[in-house]
């Protein structure tokens, strides 16, 4: 396994990020132990969950199982950098959700003791709340890291100037702020290359990607459609419809590689400079050990040129744009 800082920070995480997401509708918490083992058997130490996680029904589910693994001991938890998030909405009653000073004390209590631990590694804002000020949420986060609750503060889903925002707002009050900013990032969506890389580099935030392959489309979905494995329907159909070609060319760039597509999105994440660590969220410890092998994939100058041909990016703004 690979090791780089989270941004700026001192903190050593890997190279891959273990999505928990799946970890309850999707996959069985027996499994979810099983796949969670598997990870720190191959290096994987960062592990990225939510308070929300488990779906409507049973929201805090994936925190559960997740809490019932660290309790099996073993030093599963001492092993684990440890990422969870708060924003979402937890029940129908008022400052059940969002970044106010409340919500964050109510729902960081709560994710603990879900987790079975007493502290969280790194704190992240699911969304940004543009209806609370700056000065109270890092009030918040600055009392639950002198009661040692937080180490690290991350955003997600943010745009350039919530970035930038944050972090003048922490240096007012000499704060650390952000270290990593979790950002929708892959081959076939390359927005944040306009604004949300550039602000994260200039803060010194790790970049850690979600949904890598693209809810799939960048996993050999038109082999695997060919094969009769898997049917598209709905929102997925249509982005597949919209870029058939392009993704049947990277499908077949991926072939002339020698590497299955799923490897090389991966692997052409690991490449870009800003990036820490992408979310990978098996299902399956199959789909866990394909994950693994992208860090073995080099993509050489020609390879990533290719690649930026079939998924052109974007350049840093106002240039991509303007002069």
């Known amino acids: 396994m690979q090791y780089t800082h989270l941004g700026r920070s001192g903190l050593n995480v890997s190279r891959l990020c273990l999505g928990t997401m799946n970890f309850g509708?999707?996959?069985?918490?027996s499994s979810a132990h099983s796949i969670m083992d598997s990870a720190q058997d191959h290096g994987i130490n960062f592990f990225d969950t939510a308070n929300v996680y488990g779906g409507a029904g049973h929201r805090g589910w994936t925190e559960e199982i997740i809490g019932r693994w660290f309790a099996t001991g073993g030093e599963r938890r001492e092993r684990t950098v440890l990422a969870t998030k708060v924003y979402g909405t937890m029940t129908d009653r008022p400052n059940e959700s969002r970044l106010s000073a409340l919500n964050i004390r109510r729902a960081l209590d709560a994710s603990?003791?879900?987790l079975q631990t007493d502290?969280?590694?790194v704190y992240q804002f699911h969304h940004v709340d543009r209806n609370t000020p700056w000065d109270e949420i890092w009030q918040a986060v600055e009392v639950a890291?002198?009661?040692?609750?937080?180490?690290?503060?991350g955003s997600s889903n943010f745009a350039g100037w919530h970035i930038a925002q944050a972090q003048e707002s922490a240096v007012r009050r000499n704060y650390t702020g952000l270290v990593s900013e979790q950002s929708l990032y892959n081959l076939l969506t390359r927005n944040v290359e306009l604004e949300v890389i550039p602000a994260a580099e200039h803060y010194g935030l790790g970049i850690i990607p979600w949904s890598p392959l693209h809810g799939g489309l960048l996993g050999g979905v038109l082999k695997k459609e060919r094969d009769g494995v898997r049917?598209?329907?709905?929102?997925?159909?249509e982005t597949l419809t919209k870029h058939r070609d392009q993704v049947e060319a990277y499908e077949d760039f991926a072939e002339e590689l020698g590497h299955e597509p799923g490897e090389v999105a991966l692997a052409w994440l690991l490449h870009q400079p800003a990036v820490t660590a992408p979310i990978v969220g098996p299902r399956t410890q199959e789909q866990l050990d394909a994950a693994i092998r992208s860090l073995g994939v080099a993509l050489g100058e020609d390879a990533l040129k290719r690649l930026d041909s079939i998924f052109p990016g974007y350049l840093t703004a106002p240039e991509d744009y303007a002069w």
């Open 119 to 121: 502290y969280i590694d």
């Open 145 to 153: 890291v002198q009661q040692g609750k937080i180490l690290y503060s």
């Open 112 to 114: 603990l003791k879900r």
């Open 25 to 29: 509708p999707h996959t069985d918490e």
């Open 231 to 237: 049917r598209l329907a709905g929102r997925a159909l």
